[in-house]
T-cell receptor, first 112, second 111 residues
Framework: NAGVTQTPKFQVLKTGQSMTLQCAQD?????MSWYRQDPGMGLRLIHY???????DQGEVPNGYNVSRSTTEDFPLRLLSAAPSQTSVYFC???????????FGQGTRLTVV | GNSVTQMEGPVTLSEEAFLTINCTYT??????LFWYVQYPGEGLQLLLK?????DKGSNKGFEATYRKETTSFHLEKGSVQVSDSAVYFCAAYSSASKIIFGSGTRLSIRP
């Protein structure tokens, strides 16, 4: 079972570069979200989506864009990378109305 | 808004020791509460949950009881193993359909 798949697992960017973190799930979950994990701060919500065509901002949305053209995919775009975006990024999905979230393995991003 | 506070780590114990990781929440009403576990190099996995006051969630020898009087959801295990070494996150389901996470507690178990 694939579950939630994130790519790439590791990435190094230069300041100002842009890139897209990919997230795909094969469980037909309506709800998908992106978190960043920083030491001592737990997981903070960046953006989320309750279904195809619908996205909304989380706690720390600045510098990131998302789109949800299909139920399966929820890419996260960094428009102009900054060192402050160095973090581990997790994608998660769940069924609407369910409280159990399924996480991908994470993407470790370093911006130099 | 809702928030979750858990004890800071790291926590280091010997094998077979008793474990407690404290977690308290601030919320409107009585949200569902969770413990997630993150093993090295992996994403988070749901460990256990409780959906209402006085419920006890349990899994893999871990337990946590939803205490509305103290707004707490402490994680306990009677005898830890080396394989329990991981980062543990307490979390609450907020009224805005979001899951709010604590800062995580790193647990290391010595053989």
């Amino acid at each position: 079972n694939a579950g939630v798949t994130q790519t790439p697992k590791f990435q190094v960017l230069k300041t100002g570069q842009s890139m897209t973190l990919q997230c795909a799930q094969d469980m037909n979950h309506e709800y998908m979200s992106w978190y960043r994990q920083d030491p001592g701060m737990g997981l903070r919500l960046i953006h989320y989506s309750v279904g195809a065509g619908i996205t909304d901002q989380g706690e720390v949305p600045n510098g990131y864009n998302v789109s949800r053209s299909t139920t399966e995919d929820f890419p996260l775009r960094l428009l102009s990378a900054a060192p402050s975006q160095t973090s581990v990024y997790f994608c998660a999905s769940r069924l609407t109305g369910s409280t159990e979230a399924f996480f991908g393995q994470g993407t470790r991003l370093t911006v130099v | 808004g809702n928030s979750v506070t858990q004890m800071e780590g790291p926590v280091t114990l010997s094998e077979e020791a008793f474990l407690t990781i404290n977690c308290t929440y601030t919320a409107t009403g009585y949200p569902s509460l969770f413990w997630y576990v993150q093993y090295p190099g992996e994403g988070l996995q749901l460990l256990l949950k409780a959906t209402k006051a006085d419920d006890k969630g349990s899994n893999k020898g871990f337990e946590a009881t939803y205490r509305k009087e103290t707004t707490s959801f402490h994680l306990e295990k009677g005898s830890v193993q080396v394989s329990d070494s991981a980062v543990y996150f307490c979390a609450a389901y907020s009224s805005a359909s979001k899951i709010i996470f604590g800062s995580g507690t790193r647990l290391s178990i010595r053989p």
